[in-house]
């Protein structure tokens, strides 16, 4: 495991608009909402030590959505003739919530492809029956990654529990013996390379017969491992020209979650990835209120996303991971 960073300036953060430089921050335009996201309550069977929105069994700071309220969105997508190819399901444990056999046969049929993130135990398990006909019948539009934090099952489980090792495998297993489309997500959790990793889980593959190839990045997702009070710097307008890329490449510019707070009559549009603990808009203000049943994707969610935002809960942001890689 790596030594813990210094804490965060609690300076830093604090402007949607500057740094504490005063130099003007970095945003991003909602170019195209390729990518839809849905986090479907934050109650998950597991209880990980570095949870970027710390679900567990009784956190349900994020509740359910129901399928009627995917479909509303769903709805909207196809009313408005937008160019979303690619629904997401996070949580919490996705397969957790009751109607989310539902939710996927509904997305399935309408022609997008579905993303679910998983931890494959005993949630996605009484699932089997209902993934089995959708997977007759949308062959590889469904893909179910599995959150594996490490190669061998002793680092794996110091992050998500003792005999949380087994379980998962066997799920991934199921997975790939039964002809679903399955990726495996991981972390750097044990402070080894990018390289070492993949190498580790090209032999936990070929030792399973998993037929998932380790090199490649979309197959298995390696994440940075990364800490919320981290003193890490802000980000400017500079870090384009830094980092040699555009703000239209980054995930901000192309997606969006759908998430349902405890209280609240209806789902709110955030940014992807988010933290229930992040204000449901990128300059840390509230979205306008809506009148029920629209529940714009794009028309009321934040149209740039800010530098500021993300560490609005001691770095909600950046705790993340890429299309919220964790499940």
Same mark, same amino acid.
């Given at each position: @495991? ?17 740094? *504490? ?16 996201? $849905? ?22 700071? +994020? ?18 003739? +937008? ?10 444990? /996705? %397969? @957790? ?14 022609? %997008? #492809? ?16 209902? +993934? ?5 019948? $949308? ?18 489980? *110091? ?6 090792? #087994? ?12 002809? $679903? &489309? ?5 972390? !750097?959790?044990?402070?080894? =390379? ?6 580790? %889980? ?19 997702? *390696? %994440? ?31 997606? #969006? ?9 209806? /789902?709110? &549009? ?5 933290? /229930?603990?992040?204000?449901? =808009? &990128? ?23 800010? =530098? ?12 993340? !991971? ?6």
């Amino acid at each position: @495991m790596t030594e813990p960073p210094s804490q965060l300036d609690p300076r830093k953060f604090q402007d949607p608009f500057l740094t *504490v430089k005063g130099e003007r921050r970095a945003h991003v335009a909602l170019r195209s909402l390729d990518t839809l996201w $849905f986090n479907t309550g934050t109650l998950c069977n597991l209880t990980c030590q570095h949870c970027y929105i710390e679900s567990s069994p009784k956190n349900d700071r +994020l509740i359910y959505l129901t399928a009627a309220e995917v479909a509303e969105y769903l709805d909207e997508i196809e009313a408005g003739g +937008l160019p979303t190819s690619l629904i997401g399901f996070t949580g919490g444990e /996705p %397969f @957790m919530n009751p109607e989310l056999p539902r939710m996927l046969e509904d997305v399935l049929s309408r022609g %997008f #492809r579905a993303l679910i993130l998983t931890n494959a135990m005993k949630p996605m398990a009484k699932c089997k029956p209902a +993934l089995l006909k959708l997977r007759d019948r $949308f062959g590889d539009r469904l893909t179910i990654r599995v959150s594996i934090d490490h190669y061998g099952p002793q680092v794996h489980e *110091v992050e998500r529990g003792k005999r949380s090792w #087994r379980p998962t495998i066997d799920g991934l297993l199921w997975l790939t013996r039964s002809g $679903f &489309s399955a990726h495996v997500a991981s972390r !750097r959790l044990s402070g080894e =390379s990018e390289a070492a990793i993949r190498s580790g %889980f090209a032999g936990l593959f070929a030792e399973l017969g998993v037929a998932i190839d380790a090199t490649d990045p979309v197959a298995l997702t *390696v %994440f940075p491992e990364m800490d919320a009070a981290a003193d890490v710097p802000e980000i400017t307008e500079a870090c384009w020209g830094i980092l040699g890329k555009s703000p239209e490449s980054v995930m901000c510019a192309t997606s #969006r979650m759908i998430v349902k707070r405890k209280g609240e009559a209806i /789902p709110s &549009s955030l940014l992807a990835p988010c933290s /229930p603990t992040i204000p449901a =808009s &990128s300059s840390a203000e509230p979205l306008p209120p809506r009148a029920a049943p629209c529940r714009s994707t794009t028309r009321t969610a934040p149209n740039s996303a800010s =530098s500021a935002a993300a560490p609005a809960a001691a770095g909600d942001f950046r705790h993340a !991971r890429e299309v919220l890689g964790q499940s």
